[in-house]
C-alpha cells in the first residue's frame, strides 16, 4: 500500500491523501453532487408551496395517502438496513450470507417500486398529472367537455364502423371523420334496423339518446350556466345510464385544483427522480448478485460504497416522506 | 484497506433500525393527531434530521470517519440549506404584487357559491381553508 | 524586440483611454443628459466609478507595462528571489476593499429610491397613471378614465392605447407593469430606467421626468424573434395637455362610428 | 467490468502504486482503437478535448462573425454562406435566424469550447502529470466524460438541424418554456437543454474524477501547499463544478419537463415549474401554472455564475505558473494565490443575483448581491497584484507564452474593472442587456480565458507532442488576435453607454441608435481580422505536429513535475518515480551557481554547488 522508498532519498516516503480507497472517496464526492441535485428539487418545492397561495393538501384531492408512504419509509429503511449487515457478512466473509442480505434489498427496492406504481397509479387514474389539471371552474367545465366530447366521437367512429359488420348499406360520409354526417348515417341506421328488427338497434338508439343528453351538457356548459359541480353532477348522470353510461367512463369529474398542476409537477418529479435511484441501486446489486457464487473479498469495497449509495436513496426519502405526505 | 475503522466492532444495526423505525411512527403520529400547524412543522421535520443523522452516523459509518466528513459535509450542507434560503425572499415571498387568475378565479367562485342558496358550488376538490385568496401560504391548513 | 512588446503593452491603455476620451464627441455616448433625477444621480455614480476605475486601469496597466520594461531590461544574471510580501499583500487587499466598500455603500440610496415602494415618491403607488402590458411585440397601455383610480382588474371605461406611453412632465408618476406573455423588459434609456416585466407579477415603476420630448421605449429582455422591434414611445408633456389626451382617448373610445383615434389606427398597422 | 464498477470498486491498482512498472499497464500493445479513440489515458483524453474543442473554436468563431455581420450591415446578404442558407430571402437572414444564431455561438462557445479546453483539455492531460501520478483516479470514468460530449454534440446538432434554439443561452422560460412563444425552435429548445445535460454528466464525472486524483494520488512530498498553481485552481474549479452543476442538472430537467407534451394520452401532459397560469401566448388558450420564471433564473445563475469562474480559474492557474517560469521568478504570493482563489470562488456562490439585478427580484436582496459582487473583485484585484509582483524584477523572454500572459493579465483587468459597473446595482439599471454587458464578458471570457489558454497551448505543447510550436508564427498569431481583440471588443463599452441593446437583429430601428452603424461596422472588420488571425492558430498547431523542433524533457527549464517525464510522456507518465522535494516555483533560488531553478523533484539543496549537478534528476 505505502510507497517503498527511494533509494538514497532524503524525504521518507509518504502517502498523500487521506485513508480511504480512492473509489470511497469519489463516491461520498459523488454523494455530495447528489446532495445538491436533490436540493433543486426539494428547494423548489419549498420555495414554490410557499409562494403560492393556496395549495392542495387534503388527501382526497391529492391521492397521497400517509399510510402508503409510511409503508414505502419503512420498507426502504428495512432494506439500508439489509444492505448493512451486508457489508457486515462481507467483511467478515461471510459471502453466502452476504448474498442472502443483498437478495432481501433487492426484493424490498421490488417492493417499494411495487407501492409506488400503486401511488402513480392511482394519480393517473384520476388524471391528477401535471399540465392536465383544471385549476378553475372554467378549466374544470372544458375539461370535461373535452373529455366526454372525445367519448362520443369514439362511440360515433365505432358505430358507424360497426355498420359494414351488421350489414346495414349506407352512404359513407365523406370524409370519413365529418361528425355531422356520422351522425346522419346513425339516424338512417336507426331507421334501417328497425326495420330489419335488429338485435344492435339498441345500440344506435342508445347513442341517439346519448348525444341527446350529451348535447344539453354541452350547451349548459358553453352558455357557461352552470358551475362545474353541477357539471359534475349531470355527468354522473349521464354515467349512471344502465345502457349507454359506461361510455362516458373515460371522463373524469370535475375537479378544479388551485395550484394542482404545480404540486403534480413537484410531486412526480421529486419521487420520479428517487425511483430512477432506487433503479440505479439496484441495478448495482444485480452485478454483486450475479456474481453468485463467485462472489469474495474484491467486492467486499463495490458493496460498501453501493451500500452507501443505497442510504443516500433512503435518506432522500426520508425527507421527501414527512415533505410530501405529512405537510 | 478500506477497514479502518477496525477497532470499534460494529454497531447494533438492529437498534439503529428499531430507532428509525420509531422514529418513522412518530412522524405518522404528528399526522394523525392534530397539531398547530407550525408545531407540526417543526415535529415532523426534526424527526426527519434525526433519521437522518441516524443513517449517516451508523449506516453509513461517518462516525467513524476521520476528519474529511467534515470537509465535504460542511460546504454540502451549508449550500442545500442556503440554496432554498436565498430563494425565499424572491419565490417563496413576493415584494410585487403576483398576478394570479387562479386564485382570483376562485375566489370568485366562492363568492359565487355563496349567493346560491345551498351553496354547492363549493368544490369537494380543493380544502376551502388552504385556499381563501388572502390566507398567504398554506400556513394554517388541514 | 523586447522593447516593442514593452512599449505595445503600455501604448494600448493609452489608446484606449484617448479612444474614450474622444468617443463624447463622435455621440458613441449617453444619449443625452438624463430626462430624471434619479437617471443624473446614476449617471453621476457612472462617473464617479469611471473615475475610480481609470485611475485604476492606468495605474495597472502601467505597473504591468513598467514592471515587463525593468524585467526585460534586467542585467543580473538571475531574477531578484522573493516569494512575496506579507505587507503587500494586505496594502493590496485591505486599498481596494476599502474602494469597493464604500462604493456599495455610496450608491443603496439610489438603489433604495428606484425600488423600494416604501421611498417612492408620496402618492405615486395609491394612483398609478396606467397599466402598462408587454405582449410580443408591443406594449399595451391602459389608463383609468380621467378622473378615476386606475384598478388591478380591466374596467369598462378604461382607456387603451399601444405602443404610446404619455406621461406629465415635472410630477412623479407610477405604472404597473406586466407582462402577458414571455419576459420583456421595460427600457427607456434617456430616463435611464429598465425594469424586467415578468409574467405572473405586477411591478411598479416610478419616474418623474424634467423635459418634455418623445422618448424611445424599447425592449430590453429577449422575448422572442421581434424582441428589437418592440418599439413604442414615451410622450412626456404638459398636465394639460397629458389629460387633454386621455379625454381625446375617451371620446375616440366611445366614437361608435368607424374608428379614427390614432391609436386604433397604430393597431391597424 | 461495468463502468460502475469502475467507479465503485475496482481501482486497486492505482491505489496501491505508481510506478508504472508496478501495475502493468506497460506490457501489452494496445489497439489503435484504444489508444487513439476510446482511450483510457488521460493523455490522449486531454489531447481529444482540445483538438475537439479547438475544432469548435471555429465553428463558434463562424456563428460570432454571423452575429457581427447583421448588427453591422442589417438585412443585407450575407456573404458566401448567405445564397446557401437563405435562397428565399436572396441571402438575407431573418431575425429568428439571428436570435438563433447568438444563443448557439453562446452555446457552442461556453459549453463545447472553454468549459472542456480548460477542465476537459488541460485538466486532463495536466493533472496527473503535475501531481505525479501515473493516470488519473478512474481512468475508464475518464473516457467516458469525453464520449459524453459526444451526446452532447449530436443534441446539439440536431438542435441546429430543427431550426436551432433561440432563446439565449440563458435560456430565461416562458420563451424557452412555452412552445408557443418561439414556434420556429420547437424541439430545437428541448435539444438544446438536452444538450447542456450531457455537458453537465461530462464535466461532473470529470470533475469527481480531478478531485479524487488531485486528493488522493499525489506522489510522494506533493504537499498541498507544494502543488502547482494549475492544479489549485483545477481542483477549486471541479469543487465549483460539483456543488453548482446540479443545480443546473436539476433545473434543466425541470424546464425539460415544462416542455414535454406528447401527444395522444399524454396529451398535455407537462410540468409548470417556470410557468404562472393565465398567460395567453400567441392567441393560445390561457395557461395553467403555479410556477414562476424567476425561479429559473436564480437556478440558472446559482450554477452559471459559478461558471464563469469555471471559465476562468484554470486559466489563472495556467497563467501563474508559465508566468512564473517566464520570468524566471517564483510566484509573488503563492499562499495569497491560493487563498484568493479560494475566496472566489467561496463567494461565487453567494453573487448569482448580480444578473438579476433588473428581473424584479426582492430590493433586499439585490442589495445583499451588489455588496457581495463588490467583495469578490477582492481575490481578483490580489491575484492581479501578485502578477504584476511576479513580472517586477524577473528576468522576462518574451516568447509567445509570456506575451499570451501578459495580455490575460492586461485584458482581465479591462474586464474585471467593467464588471465593477454593473456590480454596482443602480447603474446595471442602465447597463443591463446592453453591449457593455457583451464588452465586459468578450473581455474576461475571450481576453483572459482564451489568451491564458493560448498561453497553455503554446507552454504544454512541447510535452504534449515533443515538439515546440513555431515561435514566430505563434507571435503574429498573438499581435493579430490581440489587436483585432481589442479593436472588436473595446468600442463595444461605447455602444453599452449609449444604450445600444444586446440580442437585437436591428438596432437601427431606434432614431436614437442609428448612429452607431459605422462603429459596429468598425467592430466587425475587426473580428474579421481576429477570426482569420485564429487559422495561424490552428495551422501552427497542426503543422507543428510534423515539423516543430525536437525537444527533449524540459525545453523551459520549468521546475513542475510534468517536466521530469518524457516528452511526450508514455503510458504511465513517469520512467522514474517522482519525489517532491519542494514547491513549484523555486526560480532563480539564490546560491545555485549553474542554473537558475530547482525541479520538484531535485533533492534538497546542500551547501555546495556539486550536488546540484550530480542530481538525478532530468532535464534537456
Ligand atoms: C470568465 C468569466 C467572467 C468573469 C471572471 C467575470 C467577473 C466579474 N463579473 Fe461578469 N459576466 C460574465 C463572465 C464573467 N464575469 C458573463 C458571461 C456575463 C454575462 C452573462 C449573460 O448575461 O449572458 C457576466 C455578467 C456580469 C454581470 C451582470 C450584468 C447584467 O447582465 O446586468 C455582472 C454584474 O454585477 C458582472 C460582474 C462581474 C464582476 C464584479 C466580476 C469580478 O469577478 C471581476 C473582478 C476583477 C477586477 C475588478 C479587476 C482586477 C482588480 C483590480 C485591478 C483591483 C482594483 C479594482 C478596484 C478597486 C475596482 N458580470
Ligand atoms: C467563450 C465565450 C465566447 C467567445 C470566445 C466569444 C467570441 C466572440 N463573440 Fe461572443 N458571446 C458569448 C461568448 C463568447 N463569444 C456569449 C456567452 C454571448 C451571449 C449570447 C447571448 O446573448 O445569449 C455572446 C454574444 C456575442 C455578441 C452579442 C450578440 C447580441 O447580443 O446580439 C456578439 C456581437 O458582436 C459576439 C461577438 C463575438 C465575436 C466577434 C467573437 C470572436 O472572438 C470570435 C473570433 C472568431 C474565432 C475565434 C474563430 C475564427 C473563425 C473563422 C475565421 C470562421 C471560419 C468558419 C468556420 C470554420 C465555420 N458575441
Ligand atoms: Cu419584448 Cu424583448
Ligand atoms: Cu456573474
Known amino acids: 500500500m505505502s510507497h517503498s522508498p527511494t533509494p538514497g532519498s532524503a524525504v521518507p516516503p509518504i502517502k498523500m491523501g487521506i485513508a480511504i480507497p480512492n473509489s470511497k472517496l469519489c463516491l461520498w464526492l459523488f454523494l455530495g453532487t447528489e ?50 449487515v451486508c457489508h457486515e457478512a462481507m467483511n467478515q466473509h461471510n459471502f453466502a450470507k452476504a448474498q442472502k442480505f443483498l437478495q432481501m434489498t433487492f426484493a424490498l427496492a421490488i417492493v417499494f417500486l411495487g407501492i409506488k406504481s400503486y401511488e402513480y397509479y392511482g394519480k393517473i387514474d384520476h388524471d391528477i ?43 359513407k360520409p365523406e370524409p370519413a371523420n365529418d361528425q355531422g354526417k356520422q351522425r346522419a348515417v346513425i339516424q338512417d341506421a336507426v331507421g334501417k334496423l328497425k326495420a330489419s328488427n335488429s338485435p344492435a338497434l339498441a345500440d344506435y338508439e342508445g347513442f341517439v339518446e346519448m348525444d341527446k343528453a350529451f348535447g344539453e351538457m354541452k350547451q349548459a356548459i358553453l352558455a357557461e350556466q352552470i358551475t362545474s359541480s353541477e357539471v359534475g353532477k349531470k355527468l354522473s348522470d349521464l354515467q349512471a345510464n344502465a345502457q349507454w353510461g359506461w361510455v362516458f367512463k373515460s371522463v373524469h369529474e370535475p375537479h378544479p385544483i388551485l395550484y394542482g398542476n404545480i404540486f403534480a409537477s413537484c410531486y412526480f418529479i421529486m419521487t420520479g427522480f428517487h425511483a430512477i435511484h432506487v433503479i440505479v441501486g439496484m441495478i448495482l446489486f444485480v452485478i454483486v448478485l450475479k456474481q453468485g457464487s463467485n462472489l469474495d473479498g474484491k467486492w467486499t469495497d463495490f458493496v460498501e460504497n453501493s451500500g452507501l449509495y443505497w442510504h443516500f436513496v433512503d435518506l432522500v426519502w426520508i425527507f421527501l416522506f414527512p415533505l410530501l405526505y405529512i405537510l | 484497506m478500506h477497514d479502518d475503522h477496525g477497532g470499534h466492532g460494529h454497531p447494533n444495526y438492529f437498534l439503529v433500525f428499531a430507532a428509525l423505525c420509531g422514529f418513522t411512527g412518530l412522524s405518522i403520529m404528528a399526522d394523525v393527531v392534530t397539531l398547530p400547524y407550525g408545531v407540526k412543522i417543526v415535529a415532523v421535520l426534526s424527526v426527519a434530521t434525526c433519521k437522518a443523522l441516524c443513517v449517516m452516523s451508523w449506516f453509513m459509518h461517518l462516525k467513524y470517519e476521520r476528519a474529511w ?68 401560504a398554506t400556513s394554517e391548513s388541514k | 524586440m523586447r522593447k516593442f512588446w514593452c512599449l505595445f503593452f503600455m501604448f494600448w491603455p493609452i489608446a484606449a483611454i484617448v479612444y474614450s476620451a474622444m468617443s463624447p464627441a463622435y455621440g458613441w455616448w449617453f444619449p443625452g443628459d438624463s430626462v430624471t433625477e434619479l437617471g443624473q444621480r446614476i449617471d453621476n455614480l457612472f462617473y464617479l466609478i469611471l473615475i475610480i476605475i481609470t485611475v485604476v486601469f492606468i495605474g495597472t496597466q502601467m505597473a504591468l507595462g513598467y514592471a515587463l520594461w525593468k524585467a526585460a531590461h534586467n542585467e543580473d544574471e538571475k531574477a531578484h528571489f522573493s516569494h512575496g510580501s506579507h505587507n503587500l499583500e494586505v496594502i493590496w487587499s485591505v486599498a481596494p476593499a476599502v474602494i469597493l466598500l464604500f462604493l456599495a455603500l455610496y450608491q443603496m440610496d439610489v438603489w433604495r429610491d428606484f425600488r423600494v415602494k416604501a421611498y417612492f415618491p408620496e402618492g405615486t403607488i395609491e394612483t398609478p397613471i396606467a397599466e402598462v402590458t408587454a405582449r410580443q411585440f408591443e406594449w399595451r397601455i391602459r389608463y383609468p378614465a380621467p378622473g378615476k383610480k386606475l384598478q388591478p382588474k380591466p374596467q369598462p371605461d378604461d382607456l387603451y392605447a399601444v405602443n404610446e406611453l404619455r406621461a406629465p412632465i415635472g410630477r412623479a408618476v407610477m405604472i404597473q407593469l406586466r407582462s402577458e406573455d414571455v419576459q420583456h423588459a421595460f427600457f427607456l434609456p434617456h430616463l435611464r430606467i429598465k425594469q424586467d416585466a415578468i409574467p405572473g407579477q405586477i411591478i411598479p415603476i416610478w419616474f418623474k421626468a424634467e423635459k418634455k420630448g418623445i422618448y424611445e421605449l424599447l425592449c430590453a429582455e429577449l422575448c422572442g424573434w421581434g424582441h428589437y422591434k418592440m418599439r413604442a414611445q414615451l410622450t412626456v408633456e404638459r398636465e394639460v395637455e397629458f389629460q387633454d389626451y386621455l379625454k381625446k382617448l375617451q371620446t375616440d373610445q366611445n366614437y361608435d362610428g368607424f374608428p379614427t383615434s390614432d391609436s386604433v389606427a397604430k393597431k391597424e398597422e | 467490468m461495468s463502468t460502475a464498477e469502475v467507479a465503485l470498486g475496482h481501482d486497486h491498482d492505482h491505489d496501491h502504486a505508481h510506478a508504472p512498472d508496478a501495475h502493468g499497464h506497460g506490457h501489452h500493445q494496445l489497439s489503435f482503437i484504444q489508444k487513439y479513440v476510446f482511450s483510457e489515458d488521460h493523455k490522449m483524453i486531454g489531447l481529444q478535448f482540445l483538438f475537439t474543442t479547438l475544432l469548435m473554436l471555429f465553428l463558434g468563431g463562424g456563428l460570432a462573425l454571423g452575429v457581427r455581420w447583421q448588427v453591422a450591415f442589417p438585412w443585407t446578404d450575407l456573404p458566401i454562406l448567405g445564397r446557401i442558407l437563405f435562397p428565399e430571402a436572396g441571402g438575407q437572414m431573418s431575425p429568428e435566424f439571428y436570435t438563433m444564431l447568438f444563443t448557439m455561438h453562446a452555446t457552442v462557445m461556453i459549453f463545447l469550447v472553454i468549459i472542456p479546453i480548460l477542465a476537459g483539455a488541460f485538466g486532463n492531460f495536466l493533472i496527473p502529470l503535475m501531481v505525479g501520478a501515473d493516470d488519473m483516479a478512474f481512468p475508464k470514468l475518464n473516457m467516458m466524460s469525453y464520449w459524453f460530449m459526444w451526446p452532447a ?48 454528466v461530462s464535466s461532473m464525472m470529470g470533475s469527481v474524477n480531478y478531485m479524487t486524483t488531485i486528493i488522493n494520488m499525489r506522489a510522494p512530498g506533493m504537499t498541498l501547499f507544494r502543488m502547482p498553481l494549475t492544479i489549485w485552481s483545477m481542483f477549486i474549479t471541479a469543487i465549483l463544478q460539483a456543488f453548482a452543476l446540479p443545480v443546473l442538472t436539476a433545473a434543466g430537467f425541470m424546464l425539460v419537463f415544462d416542455r414535454l407534451d406528447f401527444g395522444g394520452y399524454f396529451e398535455g401532459i407537462h410540468s409548470t415549474f417556470f410557468v404562472p397560469a393565465g398567460l395567453v401566448v400567441n392567441n393560445a388558450e390561457p395557461t395553467v401554472g403555479g410556477g414562476q420564471p424567476l425561479l429559473w433564473q436564480h437556478l440558472f445563475w446559482f450554477y452559471s455564475h459559478p461558471a464563469v469562474y469555471i471559465m476562468l480559474l484554470p486559466a489563472m492557474g495556467m497563467v501563474s505558473d508559465v508566468l512564473s517560469c517566464m520570468c524566471r521568478k517564483p510566484i509573488f504570493g503563492y499562499k495569497p494565490m491560493v487563498y484568493s482563489m479560494s475566496a472566489i470562488a467561496g463567494l461565487g456562490f453567494i453573487v448569482w443575483g448580480h444578473h438579476m439585478f433588473t428581473s424584479g427580484m426582492n430590493p433586499a436582496l439585490g442589495m445583499t448581491f451588489m455588496v457581495s459582487t463588490m467583495m469578490i473583485a477582492l481575490p481578483s484585484a490580489v491575484k492581479v497584484f501578485n502578477w504584476i509582483g511576479t513580472i517586477w524584477g524577473g528576468r522576462v523572454q518574451f516568447n509567445t507564452p509570456m506575451l499570451n500572459c501578459v495580455a490575460f493579465v492586461s485584458m482581465f483587468v479591462v474586464g474585471g474593472l467593467s464588471g465593477i459597473f454593473m456590480a454596482s446595482v443602480p447603474t446595471d439599471i442602465y447597463f443591463h442587456d446592453t453591449y457593455m454587458i457583451v464588452a465586459h464578458f468578450h473581455y474576461v471570457i475571450f481576453g483572459a480565458t482564451l489568451f491564458g489558454v493560448f498561453a497553455g497551448i503554446h507552454f504544454w505543447y512541447p510535452k504534449m507532442f515533443g515538439r515546440m510550436m513555431n515561435e514566430t508564427v505563434g507571435k503574429w498569431h498573438f499581435f493579430l488576435t490581440f489587436i483585432g481583440f481589442n479593436g472588436t471588443f473595446f468600442p463595444m463599452h461605447m455602444l453599452g ?34 477570426g482569420f488571425s485564429q487559422f495561424l492558430l490552428l495551422g501552427n498547431f497542426f503543422v507543428s505536429i510534423f515539423n516543430g523542433k ?71
Open chain 1, 35 to 84: 446532495i445538491m441535485f436533490f436540493t433543486a428539487f426539494i428547494g423548489t418545492y419549498i420555495v414554490l408551496r410557499l409562494g403560492s397561495k393556496g395549495w392542495p393538501t387534503s388527501p382526497d384531492v391529492t391521492h397521497i395517502k400517509v399510510f402508503w408512504g409510511g409503508l414505502n419509509t419503512f420498507v426502504l429503511i428495512l432494506s439500508s438496513y439489509f444492505v448493512v
Open chain 1, 129 to 171: 398529472l401535471p399540465g392536465r389539471i383544471a385549476e378553475n371552474d372554467y378549466q374544470a367545465k372544458k375539461k370535461v367537455l373535452s373529455e366526454s366530447e372525445k367519448a362520443v366521437t369514439n362511440r360515433l367512429t365505432g358505430l358507424v364502423k360497426q355498420l359494414n359488420s351488421l350489414k346495414i348499406e349506407y352512404a
Open chain 2, 69 to 136: 466528513k467534515y470537509v465535504l459535509l460542511a460546504p454540502t450542507t451549508i449550500l442545500a440549506l442556503g440554496l432554498p434560503l436565498a430563494l425565499m425572499p424572491d419565490i417563496g415571498e413576493h415584494y410585487y404584487t403576483p398576478d394570479v387568475p387562479q386564485v382570483d378565479d376562485y375566489a370568485e367562485a366562492v363568492a359565487h357559491a355563496a349567493e346560491h342558496v345551498g351553496g354547492h358550488a363549493e368544490t369537494h376538490a380543493v380544502h376551502p381553508e388552504t385556499t381563501t385568496p388572502d390566507s398567504g
Open chain 4, 153 to 200: 454534440m449530436l443534441f446539439f446538432g440536431l438542435s441546429f438541424y430543427h431550426g436551432g434554439a433561440a432563446a439565449g443561452w440563458t435560456s430565461y422560460p416562458l420563451l424557452s418554456d412555452l412552445r408557443q412563444s418561439a414556434p420556429y425552435s420547437g424541439s430545437a429548445q428541448t435539444y438544446w437543454l438536452l444538450g447542456v445535460t450531457f455537458v453537465g
Open chain 4, 497 to 530: 453607454i449609449a444604450g445600444f441593446p444586446r440580442r437585437y437583429a436591428d438596432p437601427y430601428l431606434h432614431p436614437y441608435l442609428e448612429h452607431l452603424m459605422p462603429l459596429n461596422q468598425f467592430i466587425t472588420y475587426s473580428a474579421i481580422l481576429m
Open chain 4, 550 to 620: 525536437k525537444i527533449g524533457r524540459n525545453p523551459w527549464n520549468a521546475n513542475g513535475l510534468e517536466w521530469t517525464a518524457p516528452s511526450p510522456p508514455g503510458h504511465g507518465n513517469f520512467d522514474i518515480l517522482p519525489v517532491v522535494y519542494r514547491g513549484p516555483y523555486e526560480y532563480s533560488t539564490p546560491g545555485q551557481v549553474d542554473r537558475d531553478f530547482l525541479m520538484q523533484t531535485d533533492p534538497p539543496l546542500r551547501k555546495t554547488a556539486s550536488t546540484v549537478a550530480a542530481t538525478p534528476a532530468v532535464h534537456h
